[in-house]
């Protein structure tokens, strides 16, 4: 009974800011990696950013400088601040992680996802 749900989403011109934040609720024993992927029309779904349960983080080169993200153990809650955005920043984006529940092993959770657009 994991959910994660996205929100934050909208549309933004370019060079704007959008904060996207997404909630994990449930039976949770743990949190292990937590991230942030998107996918644009046509396109394959692409990681954006990770970060693991010790801290560490990868951003894609696409986004390095420009996004941050962020997590709050306690809340079993993650964020994405997007800043200078460009109109090739648009795309669905989807929260995931990797969580175990009580009595259970590591699976795999996505959210629902949310329309970030950027015009030009």
């Known amino acids: 009974q994991v959910q994660l749900v996205e929100s934050g989403g909208g549309l933004v011109q370019a060079g704007g800011s959008l904060r996207l934040s997404c909630a994990a609720s449930?039976?949770?024993?743990?949190?292990?990696?937590m991230g942030w992927y998107r996918q644009a029309p046509g396109k394959q779904r692409e990681l954006v950013v990770g970060?693991?349960?010790?801290?560490?983080?990868n951003y894609a080169d696409a986004v390095k400088g420009r996004f941050t993200i962020s997590r709050d153990y306690a809340k079993n809650t993650v964020s994405l601040q997007m800043n200078s955005l460009k109109p090739e920043d648009t795309a669905v984006y989807y929260c995931n992680a990797a969580i175990v529940r009580p009595f259970s092993y590591e699976r795999n959770y996505w959210g629902q996802g949310t329309q970030v657009t950027v015009s030009s």
């Open positions: 449930g039976s949770i024993l743990r949190i292990n990696t």
């Open positions: 970060i693991t349960s010790d801290g560490s983080t």
